[in-house]
């Protein structure tokens, strides 16, 4: 079927970038209010203070880069895909290894796991600094 206007090839590329994005930063918030809830609502008894509060650390962030991830996804309708591909996987990886790690310290207390979150923090750094560099270039 055809439809009224056709897109060209390059405008329908970065509209099945901009469903990615929308659909990574719905997966991370939907998970991150479920996680979210969780924590205030069965394990507070169970983790102690400074665990609940790592763990509200990495909702938190997580929360903000999927709002970010939806951002991306809209932009890149309209900004084209290349460089908010690579701010889109910067925030994606922020999101696994800084909240990933601060999920993994705070269940289990294992040190070494908050070693992994400045790495995380540096590609949340990076997605916003590539943000402001392609706002500024449009």
């Known amino acids: 079927m055809q439809t009224l206007v056709e897109r060209a090839p390059e405008t329908e590329h970065r509209w099945e970038q901009a469903h990615k994005w929308i659909a990574l930063g719905a997966v991370f918030g939907l998970s991150g209010v479920a996680t979210g809830a969780a924590g205030a609502h069965l394990l ?3 983790l102690a203070a400074d665990s ?3 763990l509200e650390t990495a909702v938190r962030f997580q ?3 999927a709002l970010a991830l939806l951002v991306v996804g809209a932009l ?3 900004w084209g895909h290349r460089s908010l591909n690579l701010i889109g996987w910067l925030f994606t990886a922020g999101i696994l290894l800084f909240s990933g790690s601060l999920y993994l310290l705070s269940f289990t207390d294992v040190g070494a796991f908050g070693a992994v979150a400045p790495i995380g923090g540096l590609a949340f750094i990076s997605g916003w600094g590539s943000l402001l ?3 500024l270039r449009k």
């Open 52 to 54: 609940l509060d790592t």
């Open 76 to 78: 890149s309708g309209t």
């Open 44 to 46: 507070e008894s169970h």
């Open 133 to 135: 560099i392609a706002a």
């Open 63 to 65: 929360m903000y880069h």
